[in-house]
Structures are given as C-alpha cells and as structure tokens.
C-alpha cells in the first residue's frame, strides 16, 4: 500500500489550510476531520476542517475498510501537526500503517522544519536506543521522542510542554 499517498495529502491539507486554521482560531478550535480508505491499489483520503467551540479531543475509529478521525489543531505548524496525528493514529490503532521513518538524524528534521532545539540526548533503554529532543517552535515547547531502528528513526511520542519546566 502507498503511504507516502496518505503522508503528501494530510501534509499538502494542513500547509493549504494555515490561513484559514488561523482565522478559525479566533472562533473555537479548529479539526481536522478524515477519512482514510484502504485498498490494495492505494488508499484514498477525504479531509476536511471544521472548527468546534472548546472541544479538543481527538476521536478515531475503524469503519469497514477505512478509518475515521477528528483531531483538534493547536498549533500552526503543519509538519508538527502531521506528525503528531500520525503519532495518534499509530497509537489508537497499532501497527506500522501509520508509523513515521525518518532516514536523516531527528535534531536535523525538526531544525529543517523550523524548530529551535533546546536539548536533545540519546540514551539506550532495554537495548533500544532513543533521541529525546526538546524544541521550540512559534514560543510552543515541545518534548519529542525517536527510537533508532538500524539506520532509520520512528517516531514514538510528541507532546506540548505547557509552562515553564
């Protein structure tokens, strides 16, 4: 199956949807709301924007050969964004469908993407090794968590440091 599909339409989706992600914030908070159908040829991808007021739970589910999400959008960066929905997909369905490989080092991905890095240590636990990066993007702190698989990196864990740490 073609993922790289699935990662080019939710990213293409969230880059065009920037300008309107931030006039919606003024509102409530903005969705993202998909659907991903599965085929052997490829799969297909519907999304959609839809903004709620105080809501900010994330929902997926399975439906038959598809799988249905909502995910709130707090942030504005729209790398950041993709990878934290698929970091959720990953975790509410399991599997490595949905599972993002990076083949460059994790500090230089997030520098690329625009983030400052403020901290970043490799450690080894359980004989798997792990980069652990705390970075800054748009005055947001982030604390993201790689594990090194032979010579890719997956993504394991993203989330929002609120105050001061």
């Known amino acids: 199956m073609k993922w790289e599909k699935v990662h080019k339409e939710l990213i293409k989706f969230l880059e065009d949807s920037v300008p309107e992600v931030r006039k919606d914030m003024k509102y409530g908070i903005p969705h993202v709301v998909g659907e991903i159908t599965f085929s052997e040829e ?11 007021n105080g809501s900010r739970h994330p929902l997926a589910f399975e439906d038959g050969d598809s799988i249905k999400f909502m995910y709130p959008l707090e942030d504005l960066n729209p790398y ?12 509410t369905f399991g599997g490595s469908r949905f599972r993002v490989l990076l083949r460059t080092s994790p500090v230089e991905f997030l520098r690329d993407m625009g983030f400052e890095i403020l901290w970043a240590n490799e450690y080894i636990l359980n004989g798997s090794e792990f980069v652990q990066i705390w970075a800054i993007f748009g005055g947001t702190k982030y604390n993201v968590l790689f594990e090194k698989r032979g010579k890719w990196f997956v993504l394991r864990d993203i989330k929002r440091i609120d105050g001061a740490q």
Do not use: G, H
Not at 42 to 52: G, I, Q, R, Y
């Open 42 to 52: 490829e799969p297909a991808v519907n999304l959609s924007l839809v903004t709620f």
């Open 80 to 91: 950041m964004v993709f990878l934290e929905i698929m970091s959720f997909l990953e975790k």
